[in-house]
Nanobody
Framework: VQLQASGGGLVQTGGSLRLSCAFS????????MGWFRQALGKEREFVAAFRWTGATAYAASVKGRFTVSRDIRKNTVYLQMNSLQLEDTALYYC???????????????????WGQGTQVTVSS
């Protein structure tokens, strides 16, 4: 499985960005896709996930501002980020795994496949 994340950039507070993660090398519709982020000097943290069943999960810090979605025709998962805040600045990673159960989809260790990350920088 290969994952290619894109869409990061520099945006002002209150702005929006849409991240994309292109998936290849497996049966996309059967994979749970996760978004994680890591800010400088901090540990990687869960952001959002789209389970192969269609269920979604969000970190409390982004709920109501971020939306995760999937386009099966394009083998791509998206993270729409609105009302961006300074604390959203981080390197964002997409991850994928075919064997995740619902209770572990927020756990980075449950994912076997990772993309290279795309930088999101929010400025005041």
């Amino acid at each position: 499985v290969q994952l290619q994340a894109s869409g990061g950039g520099l945006v002002q507070t209150g702005g929006s960005l849409r991240l994309s993660c292109a998936f290849s090398g497996g049966a996309f519709s059967r994979y749970t896709m996760g978004w994680f982020r890591q800010a400088l000097g901090k540990e990687r943290e869960f952001v959002a996930a789209f389970r192969w069943t269609g269920a979604t999960a969000y970190a409390a810090s982004v709920k109501g501002r971020f939306t995760v979605s999937r386009d099966i025709r394009k083998n791509t998962v998206y993270l729409q980020m609105n009302s961006l805040q300074l604390e959203d600045t981080a390197l964002y990673y997409c991850a994928a795994d075919a064997g995740i159960i619902a209770s572990t989809m927020t756990n980075a260790q449950a994912y076997d496949n990772w993309g290279q990350g795309t930088q999101v920088t929010v400025s005041s």
